[in-house]
Nanobody, 124 residues
Framework: DVQLVESGGGSVQAGAWLRLSCRAS????????MAWFRQAPGKEREGVAALTRHGVRTYYADSIAGRFTISQDNAKNTLFLRMDDLKPEDTAMYYC?????????????????RGRGTQVTVSS
């Protein structure tokens, strides 16, 4: 079993930055792939970024176009998402997720575990 707890969201102005954190616990087998997803009201959940457990591979959605960086601190079992140059369209609930497989990293449907989310609101 895996537990995921997100933090770091908030309300900011356009152009600002935020860093989200996700503290993970539980077995490492189900954390071979870790990711961040987001869901805005009335929209489908969207894969934002993902990485493999040892950080060998990273994956990003085209929609965030190099503004976001996913990273991890394995010693602290923590996943991060640094978000720069935030835009109003980045407003959403952001979720951390984990799974054992490494296929389809940005597909939310394939993930076994998900946190409760942290809200990011960007005003213009």
């Amino acid at each position: 079993d895996v537990q995921l707890v997100e933090s770091g969201g908030g309300s900011v102005q356009a152009g600002a930055w935020l860093r989200l954190s996700c503290r993970a616990s539980g077995d490492t087998y189900h954390r071979n792939m870790m990711a961040w997803f987001r869901q805005a009201p009335g929209k489908e959940r969207e894969g934002v970024a993902a990485l493999t457990r040892h950080g060998v591979r990273t994956y990003y959605a085209d929609s965030i176009a190099g503004r976001f960086t996913i990273s991890q601190d394995n010693a602290k079992n923590t996943l991060f998402l640094r978000m720069d140059d935030l835009k109003p369209e980045d407003t959403a609930m952001y979720y951390c997720a984990a799974k054992s497989g490494v296929a389809t990293p940005l597909d939310p449907a394939g993930y076994d575990y998900r946190g409760r989310g942290t809200q990011v609101t960007v005003s213009s």
